[in-house]
């Protein structure tokens, strides 16, 4: 049997410049506070007014369902239900 060949970089330098690790941080903190923001503002209207208004459902909407072109890189044979 031969030995595995090394890993040769398809373009020279690439590992260092990738940036998906940051993105993917970043995206998902950007998230997680935005999630925050949207859930303590459910929480001061239901303890304020006692009943969410229309536009309360529509931001649990969007948090719930985002639009498609959020996704540009879906897989094939993805989950859709959105």
């Known amino acids: 049997m031969s ?6 970089e398809l373009y020279p330098g690439y590992a ?3 940036k998906g690790p ?13 999630l ?7 929480y001061s209207r239901m303890i304020s007014i006692g009943k969410l208004a229309f536009d309360d459902f529509v931001v649990i ?17 993805g989950d859709e239900t959105c």
């Open 61 to 77: 909407v969007c948090i719930v369902c985002p639009a498609p072109d959020s996704y540009p890189y879906k897989q094939q044979g």
């Open 36 to 42: 925050l923001f949207v859930l303590s503002r459910l």
């Open 3 to 8: 030995a595995a060949a090394p890993f040769e």
């Open 22 to 34: 940051l993105i993917l941080t970043v995206t998902a903190t950007l998230t997680g506070l935005c």
């Open 16 to 18: 260092q410049e990738n």
